[in-house]
């Protein structure tokens, strides 16, 4: 059979190390689907919902560190994919997407180019094919473009023509012709300064409450060792991003809490009183309250590494800015310090214990409330339970809203490659189709995924995509029967009125059921672990629909709010009305948290 | 005097534009808009599961009731998925409004990575007919009234307005007269008469086409839009030519009409294309003939006149060149064309009939194929069970082979099939939405497996918002029984034409949303 453009994109794309492919076998980009899905070690998945694959390649790329495929031959598949692209590129995850070029229009109304301008807002690089020769060399640049700097998506568009187009090529030539096409894809990794590493380290012993900050960029550059080894060399008190969870371990002495506000008063207390930060792969944006008050200490000097000049000092006024991947720059900081360039400050103990202790203070708290007691079951008594119940090294994915914070509160085991939320966009309903392109990766490893209730039909119809691979991980449904994020911002700034944010009692076990799959709704704190340990037998992917408290709320969603209202005039005759909040001993618990995060006080 | 802020503006605007129906999911800094709408007894408030499906429901029912309504999905993550189904609305010229807020204004041009803050107005652009950011409360009206406009403009079609977070949430002390001030008088934000042809060229159409004699008229999406049915109707009955539809305009005509003769594009029926090949004159009406590419290449040019209407002058010839170029809205142009037309033709009048015959036979074939083939026959049942009056939403491949022939349209606007972006899925939430538009009548959507998968989950949105509508399920076996039941939905297995009787009938009943799986009918 001689070689066409569609045999040559595959061939490409799969020299390239791509595994992981999603699209359909029909249409435009159909026999590359195909041709991908016939080779070895392949998975190439056509998912129940259009909207999912985007948010499977997701998963699959995030989990292997490399890109997975998205083949989208119609225009809707284009905008199908948005929502997905959108996610990755909030989090800078680098998936490929690849587009079918049109040259005439024939019978659709998206003129020639239009995928190029709804995708451009989140492609890092876009490429074009047009001719069957040029695809390795164009597919190898896109691949340098995802892994270069600060990663994210890439946008191939190749015209249909080239892909039908016979190349003249004898099979036994076709590897060779790819490989030197492709070129070398080994992504260049710049070094650090010598000279501003040491400026950055006088800095760091030089102050009184330092802090290191390790952020996504960690997570991107693979550097979670490195990192943490230098937390423990430095003997500094760290924490993470939102997107650098993971990165500093949890049993790391020096590790404060995490990830950013997630980890509570601990975390506001460090960025409160710190005096020098270090962000590695760290921009400071709005998930870390923008390194700016009122959170943060405005005279903060800080110091950044970072891999992309435009992101220095996105945020922060910088001054030691080093730039360079986060793993060579941490592993030669290492070294230097290894070679006596630095001497931990003994004076920086004291400050680790204070925040320790005010971390070990606000756990306590939040732990002795998550009890299982409460006449409706309490969220974190819910993630708490789960945790204890599933297996070692439990891979968590993580969907909803307040929902996301109790699972961040009581889930995490700070370790690198252990939990996953789209922090970036918050995406709702990311989690059913982030597992499958992860367990798709990892098949063996245990996986939950921690889903509010609203969250959870958005992609639910690839419960059965999942049953038709075999794939098995549990669903935990925080069934509060409501968008409680959003409602609790209603109870406070809209009178109570909550348009549009009640769900009401929907019975999520029954729909998996419907779909096949395990289901079962849990309403007794007592039947939460038996139920999930029954789940996790299950087979397949199994839900647990558990009725939650409709009234409880994280209080480290009071952090965010600030965050994102910052600025915002809200109207105070508008908040009147009757709350239909219960009032109980978690408002005052919350009372608590709000004066301590924004006072910076000591309440208990 | 009242505080107002900028949500409350927005609803006061649109309830002013006459806008009724807003749907979607809540965010933080969707709130204050929200709020307004919910406090507004004149507007209804809907809740779907994903946000592509708010803009799916909202879809069907300006599409349906050729009025705009609003799809309000919050910053980023919501405005990603709404896009989904903007996309579809924009291939097909369906004017809904696209309402998001964003982070704070000065926070997002450059983003500086804000929490879920996005190029989403860019990423829009692509898909959608006009587009602003509100930075000044004030502006409020001015704006929205606009984005009314926008969409209901010309060819119509999605457009989309971002309020950044701070203008939504900023208020302002108002008395009754100062909102009298704000917000402009009904009626007095657009157009709403007629835009005729110019007389010049209405003489040379007419005499192009009095000159024809196998003409034949093409009815694109503008003539749905703009409601034009009855006045197409006039002009093929007193023009003696034979109408065809796109994929997306089909119940443009209903099957007892003489002068019908088919769907373009559609595999089974080849009248419709082998008409294009002979015409010597195609009047292609209220299209930009970008949905009829297909139809432009097989216009011998030589031989056959291409004659354009559409309502904007600046898309004439666009995509084709043409002889001559009719600016004016859809039915104004059937109407002037219809009265302008003077003299009978006996060679038009018998190749009309032969068109339609050769339509007529191609249907009788394609009944005769369909009882070789299940869905063909379960297909067949449907059309026979449904009333003149049933709306139907088509959604898939072979549901639209089958269901646009095997359940011809007998009322006009009544059959709905998004046919711009070759996607399918948007079944369910776009009957949904024909429901709202249409509360009195049923409304039937007929999907493939494969498509209804999709938007599944808006089965617990009928539910849960009581909009009962049938759902018909043919293709791929796939036990939709349980699944319906699942979502807490009557579901039920057909095998034969009494049960689907029986089925539709509890549907009246009251029994709400019914899943009626065909996938083994006949079996
Ligand atoms: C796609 C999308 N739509 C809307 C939002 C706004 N939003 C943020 S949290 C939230 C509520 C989520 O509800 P649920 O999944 O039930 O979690 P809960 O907060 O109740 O725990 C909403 C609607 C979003 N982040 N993403
Ligand atoms: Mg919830």
């Not at chain 1, 598949?77 to 490929?96: E, Q």
């Not at chain 2, 089965?459 to 849960?464: A, Y």
Request: with cysteine.
């Amino acid at each position: 059979m001689e070689l066409k453009g569609y045999g040559l994109l595959a061939e490409a794309l799969y020299r390239a190390g791509v595994r992981f492919v999603v699209g359909r076998d029909s249409d435009g980009l159909g026999p590359c689907f195909s041709d991908m899905k016939r080779r070895e070690g392949v998975i190439a998945l056509t998912p129940k919902g259009d909207i999912s694959g985007a948010f499977m390649a997701y998963g699959n790329t995030y989990y292997r560190h490399y890109p997975a495929v998205v083949l989208a031959s119609t225009p809707a598949d284009m905008v199908n994919s948005l929502a997905g692209m959108g996610t990755a590129w909030g989090d800078k995850i680098p998936i490929f997407i690849i587009t079918l070029k049109k040259e005439r229009v024939t019978g659709f109304a998206l003129p020639g180019d239009a995928q190029r301008v709804f995708l451009r807002p989140f492609c890092k690089w876009s490429g074009e094919i047009r001719k069957a020769v040029d695809i390795p060399r164009v597919v190898g640049q896109g691949f340098r473009e995802a892994g270069r700097g600060c990663h994210g998506p890439i946008h191939l568009d190749v015209d249909e023509d080239a892909l039908r187009e016979t190349v003249g090529l004898p099979a036994e030539r076709v590897g060779e012709f790819v490989d030197r096409g492709l070129g070398d894809l080994e992504f260049r990794v710049v070094e650090g300064d010598e000279r501003l590493i040491e400026k950055a380290l006088k800095l760091l012993r030089a102050a009184e409450r330092p802090l290191l900050l390790a952020g996504g960029g960690v997570v991107h550059a693979q550097a979670w060792e490195e990192m943490d080894a230098l937390v423990r060399a430095l003997e500094i008190p760290a924490t993470t991003s939102m997107a650098g969870e993971g990165c500093v371990y949890g049993d790391n002495p020096f590790f404060i809490g995490g990830p950013s506000y997630v980890g509570g008063e601990s975390f506001h207390r460090a960025v409160r009183r710190a005096d020098v930060v270090m962000a590695v792969g760290a921009s400071l944006g709005g998930l870390e309250g923008f390194g700016r008050p009122p959170f943060w200490n405005p005279d903060i000097r800080f110091i950044q590494v970072e891999v992309d000049p435009a992101r220095v000092a996105l945020n922060v006024p910088v001054e030691v800015a080093i730039l360079g991947d986060a793993k060579a720059v941490l592993a030669k900081m290492l070294e230097m310090v290894k070679a006596g360039a630095y001497k931990p400050n003994p004076l920086h103990k004291v400050w680790l214990e204070h925040l320790l202790w005010v971390r070990k203070r606000w756990r306590e708290r939040v732990e002795k409330e998550a009890h299982g007691r409460w006449p409706v079951i309490h969220q974190g008594f819910l993630a708490r339970t789960v945790k204890e119940n599933c297996p070692e090294g439990t891979f968590f994915v993580i969907d909803g809203g307040n929902t996301a914070l109790w699972a961040g509160m009581f889930c995490m085991d700070h370790r690198p490659k252990s939990a996953l939320f789209p922090a970036g966009m918050g995406t709702l309903g990311s989690g059913i189709p982030l597992a499958i392109g992860i367990k798709a990766a990892d098949p063996e490893r245990p996986l939950v995924v921690m889903q509010g209730d609203g969250s959870f039909l958005y992609n639910v119809q690839e419960l059965v995509t999942a049953r038709e691979m075999g794939l098995s991980f549990v669903i935990v449904v925080f069934n509060d029967g409501t968008w409680n994020m959003i409602k609790g911002a209603q109870d406070l700034f809209f009178g109570a009125r909550r348009f549009g944010s009640m769900l009401g009692d929907i019975d999520y076990a029954s729909i998996a059921r419907g779909l096949g799959c395990y289901g079962r709704r849990v309403t007794r704190a007592e039947d939460v672990a038996p139920a999930f340990r029954e789940a996790l037998e299950a087979g397949g992917p199994a839900v647990v629909d558990v009725v939650v408290d409709p009234d409880n709320f994280p209080e480290n969603l009071i952090s965010f709010a600030v965050v994102e209202f910052e600025g915002v005039p809200i109207n105070p005759l508008r908040a009147v009305g009757i709350p239909k909040m219960k009032i109980d001993r978690r408002l005052i618990s919350r009372a608590k948290y709000a004066l301590n995060v924004l006072l910076d006080l000591d309440l208990r | 005097m009242k505080f107002l802020n900028g949500g409350d503006l927005v609803a006061l605007t649109l309830a002013q534009e006459g806008v009724e129906l807003f749907v979607g999911i809540v965010g933080g800094q969707l709130l204050p808009f929200f709020d307004a709408v919910g406090r507004d007894p004149r507007l209804r408030l809907v809740v779907p599961r994903s946000e592509a499906a708010g803009a799916m429901m909202t879809d069907g029912y300006s599409r349906s009731s050729r009025r705009v309504s609003v799809n309000m999905s919050t910053v980023g993550a919501g405005v990603i998925y709404a896009a989904a189904g903007t996309g579809y609305s924009w291939g097909d010229h369906v004017p809904i409004l696209s309402i998001s807020p964003q982070v704070q204004s000065w926070k997002m041009y450059p983003a500086q990575e804000s929490l879920q803050g996005c190029y989403q107005g860019d990423m829009m652009e692509g898909i959608t007919r006009w587009r602003c950011i509100v930075y000044n409360w004030k502006r409020i009206p001015q704006l929205i009234s606009r984005a009314v406009r926008e969409a209901l403009s010309g060819e119509m079609g999605p457009v989309h307005v971002d309020v950044p977070v701070d203008v939504f949430y900023e208020f302002h002390p108002v008395t009754e007269k100062g909102l009298k001030r704000l917000l402009p008088p009904p009626g007095t934000t657009r157009f709403s008469g007629s835009y005729f042809p110019e007389a010049s060229t209405l003489r040379e159409a007419l005499s192009i086409m009095e000159r024809s004699e196998r003409p034949l008229i093409v009815a694109g999406a503008c003539v749905m839009r703009h409601g034009a049915w009855d006045a197409l109707a006039k002009l093929a009955d007193r023009f003696e030519a034979p109408v065809i539809s796109t994929r997306g305009t089909i119940s443009v005509a209903v099957q007892e009409d003489p002068f019908y003769a088919g769907i373009m594009g559609h595999a089974a029926l080849p009248v419709a294309e082998r008409a294009l090949r002979q015409a010597d004159l195609v009047l292609a009406l209220g299209t930009t003939l970008e949905e009829t590419a297909e139809l432009v290449d097989r216009v011998d040019g030589d031989r056959a006149l291409l004659v354009q209407g559409s309502p904007e002058p600046e898309r004439l010839g666009v995509f084709s060149e043409v002889k001559l170029g009719l600016a004016a809205d859809a039915v104004s142009l059937c109407r002037s064309l219809a009265e302008g037309i003077v003299g009978e033709s006996s060679i038009r009048r018998s190749w009309t009939r032969a068109c339609r015959e050769e339509y007529l036979r191609s249907c009788e074939v394609l009944a005769s194929d369909a009882e070789g083939d299940s869905v063909g026959r379960a297909v067949v049942a449907l059309g026979r069970a449904l009333s003149p009056k049933d709306r139907l939403v088509l959604d898939g491949r072979s549901s639209f082979y089958w269901g646009s022939v095997l359940c011809p349209p007998r009322a006009h606007n009544s059959r709905f099939f998004s046919a711009g972006l070759e996607g399918c899925g948007y079944g369910l939430p776009m009957a949904l939405g024909v429901k709202l538009a249409f509360p009195q009548d049923r409304v039937v959507a007929l999907c493939d497996t494969e498509a209804l998968f999709q938007h599944l989950r808006e089965l617990e949105t009928s539910r849960r918002e009581s909009i009962p509508v049938v759902v018909a399920v043919v293709g791929e076996p796939h036990d939709w029984r349980s699944v319906a039941e699942g979502f807490g939905v009557s579901g039920y297995s057909i095998a034969t034409e009494g049960e689907l009787l029986d089925a539709l009938r509890a549907h009246g009943e009251g029994a709400g949303t019914v899943v009626l799986d065909l996938t083994g009918f006949g079996s």
